[in-house]
Antibody
Framework: EVQLVQSGVEVKKPGESLKISCKGSGYSFSSSWIGWVRQMPGKGLEWMGVIYPADSDTRYSPSFEGQVTISADKSIRTAYLQWNSLKASDTAMYFC????????????WGQGTLVTVSS | EIVLTQSPGTLSLSPGERATLSCRASQSVSSNFLAWYQQKPGQAPRLLIYGASSRATGIPDRFSGSGSGTDFTLTISRLEPEDFAVYYCQQYGTSPTFGGGTKVEIK
């Protein structure tokens, strides 16, 4: 069974750094793109970017380029989404997804990680 | 970047009625790489339709997708109580984007 299990709820202050994770199981982790999707409170879905764990090829949506860093460690089947300096506007639910890029729809979603940034 | 515009923003219908949701792209979607997802409150979305018209595994046949190029439609032939939710389209080419969503609510 394919599963994407994300790290837990985060509450941070503006200016702090954060790295959230997504662990894949039940499939060949290295050979499937892993993407990240943002959903701000009460709003729609936004595609942030994607990584291919086998070679760490990473593509960012223009809106998120330079704002976040996507990485992966294929040895532990885990992808990451990282911020160096959080803002209140980063408050959102973040989903990791399998595929959703390059001709393949999103077929599996993580359960989401809620990030709250508040002073 | 391809912008996807979904309409209407909200659709108020009764169980048993037919729902027609639209997704319009700012430029042609390559190879009909267009998907529809359903999201219920507090849950992650789930894939309904891919390739504009192919149903995902386990999706009831009351859900159907159509369209090509820049105009796509999701149709729910007869709404069941569990179908009231928010629906998103996504183009999943080399620079993916989502539409803004259509909420299907009980009238």
């Amino acid at each position: 069974e394919v599963q994407l299990v994300q790290s837990g709820v985060e509450v941070k202050k503006p200016g702090e750094s954060l790295k959230i994770s997504c662990k894949g199981s039940g499939y060949s982790f290295s050979s499937s793109w892993i993407g990240w999707v943002r959903q701000m409170p009460g709003k729609g879905l936004e595609w942030m970017g994607v990584i291919y764990p086998a070679d760490s090829d990473t593509r960012y949506s223009p809106s998120f380029e330079g704002q976040v860093t996507i990485s992966a460690d294929k040895s532990i089947r885990t992808a990451y989404l990282q911020w160096n300096s959080l803002k209140a506007s980063d408050t959102a639910m973040y989903f990791c997804v399998r595929q959703g890029f390059g001709g393949n729809p999103v077929d599996y979603w993580g359960q989401g990680t809620l990030v709250t940034v508040s002073s | 970047e391809i912008v996807l515009t979904q309409s209407p923003g909200t659709l108020s219908l009764s169980p048993g009625e037919r729902a027609t949701l639209s997704c319009r792209a700012s430029q042609s979607v390559s190879s009909n790489f267009l998907a529809w997802y359903q999201q219920k409150p507090g849950q992650a979305p789930r894939l309904l339709i891919y390739g504009a018209s192919s149903r995902a595994t386990g999706i009831p046949d009351r859900f159907s997708g159509s369209g090509s190029g820049t105009d796509f439609t999701l149709t729910i032939s007869r709404l069941e109580p569990e179908d009231f939710a928010v629906y998103y389209c996504q183009q999943y080419g080399t620079s993916p984007t989502f539409g803004g969503g259509t909420k299907v609510e009980i009238k």
